[in-house]
């Protein structure tokens, strides 16, 4: 390093020649019969130019273009790339190593280039200038390891980040932190998934999508494995066939069980149906109408229907999300001593999948109660043997921070408000516990309550 006085300056071509003074940008173009220019700006340390020349050796290539100083070491640097369009003013920075020629950036002219200021600029965003600058910018960028996650796309931001802090609708920080944040960033996280990048009912097949490079779908399988050792979260809803060709190279368990589950439960029912007594008349127009939904173009009968059914469903679970299986295979590799043998993976998704008798046998009361305490114990038992599988996997997340049994115990507590006004019902997702008014007066006020809650599908983690 020092001063620029120090140091001589030139720019070179693709070629690594010199370029003359007085070339136009026309010229180039009519020289070169490139459709973008290239250019590279190399400093040389002026002291270096003066010693012996006995080590040099001079190298020609083919086209006698080049003759090269091996001991210069120079050599081009290919980003970033900067953009300008005609007149070219190149600002300069100081040398990043003495005794040793380094080129320092690297300028590409065209003619949709974006800038129009003439300036060629160079480091982080900014022009440099001719005064000696700090170049920790020109370190490579390393992404950080803490965000924030804003709610409604945490998807697409989660695909490069892990560390969370989460933004809710008002554009306000979350205050939460620790596992509680992780859990309910996965799960919003697996919920946008399901919705936006998958096809199927009650089991989902992810399906191709133009913005979704190999690389964004490997990102999906790294949250796959993140969540599973974090905080032991698995995307229940995802086909057992198809986490079966990703993880183990190979479908363990019945296909035709997987396509049923995938299917709308009409189509189920008649192709059920077809299975146990081939249709005819009115029944047979309603098979044809659910075959030629998935392009079935061969002849349909007896005989031959449950071969056709089955390489219908291979198709539809296994063909056309090879690409995305393929993609995930590498990064969920550590998940195969995880879910080894015959069944493994079907069983703990069966395991995993919320019930209301699991979230019930659950539920953890104090030993001590008050009798209004019980009165709300017995209106809470209610309530979730009530509710419906959605609503169910709500009140779960709402508690725990998770749509899934990941969790034995769902601690409940009672606490006391000030008015009635401010009762509500608050979650510790970190630890699972509820903490529940008791004062209600009875069950219908108390489920209304809870339901109002559910349905906002809006809430702020903002205890620390």
Request: hydrophobic share 35%; charged share 25%.
């Amino acid at each position: 390093m020092g001063p620029i006085s120090d140091f001589s300056l030139h720019i070179r071509d693709f070629r690594q020649e010199v370029l003359e003074d007085g070339l136009s940008v026309g010229t180039m173009y009519q020289e070169t019969k490139l459709p973008v220019l290239r250019f590279y700006l190399a400093t040389k340390s002026k002291v270096k130019e003066n010693e012996t020349d006995m080590n040099k050796v001079a190298i020609t290539d083919d086209s006698n273009h080049l003759q090269e100083d091996l001991e210069s070491e120079e050599f081009p640097f290919p980003d970033p790339f900067l953009y300008c369009e005609s007149q070219v003013e190149v600002q300069s920075i100081p040398p990043v190593a003495s005794q040793v020629e380094v080129v320092t950036d690297v300028a590409i002219i065209g003619e949709n280039s974006p800038s129009t200021s003439g300036i060629i600029s160079f480091g982080s965003n900014h022009h440099a200038s001719r005064d000696y600058v700090d170049l920790d910018d020109t370190i490579p960028y390393e992404e950080s390891k803490a965000i924030r996650l804003h709610r409604g796309s945490i998807l697409t931001e989660m695909i490069k980040f892990l560390h969370l802090k989460i933004i809710n609708n008002n554009a306000e920080e979350e205050k939460a932190v620790g596992t509680g944040v992780i859990k309910d960033a996965l799960t919003e996280f697996w919920e946008e998934f399901y919705s936006g990048y998958t096809t199927g009912v009650n089991s989902k097949i992810p399906y191709l999508r133009h913005d979704m490079s190999d690389s964004k779908w490997r990102a999906v399988g790294r949250m796959l494995v993140k969540g599973w050792y974090s905080c032991r979260y698995f995307p229940v809803l995802l086909s057992t066939g198809f986490l079966e060709q990703v993880i183990f190279d190979e479908v363990l368990s019945d296909i035709t069980q997987n396509f049923l589950e995938y299917i709308p439960d009409i189509e189920r029912e008649t192709l059920l149906k077809a299975m146990h007594d081939f249709p005819t008349g009115s029944e047979y127009d309603e098979l044809l109408d659910t075959l030629s939904n998935y392009n079935c173009r061969r002849s349909r009968n007896a005989s031959n229907f449950l071969e056709i059914f089955k390489e219908i469903a291979h198709k539809e679970l296994l063909q056309e999300s090879r690409f995305v299986s393929d993609c995930w295979r590498e990064v969920c590799r550590p998940l195969r001593k995880e879910f080894h043998g015959v069944g493994g993976i079907g069983d703990l998704l069966t395991s995993l999948k919320i019930t209301n008798k699991r979230v019930f046998k659950a539920l953890n009361f104090p030993e001590v109660v008050s009798e209004s305490e019980l009165q709300v114990k017995k209106y809470l038992k209610r309530f979730v043997s009530e509710l419906s599988v959605e609503d169910l996997r709500k009140f779960s997340r709402f508690c725990t921070g998770t749509d899934i049994m990941s969790y034995d115990k769902l601690f409940v507590r009672f606490a006391t408000f000030e008015s009635d006004l401010a009762r509500r019902p608050i979650a510790h997702t970190c630890g699972n516990v509820l903490e529940l008014p008791h004062t209600y007066d009875n069950y219908p006020q108390f489920r209304s309550e809870l339901l109002s809650i559910l349905k906002c599908c809006v809430w702020d983690m903002d205890i620390v």
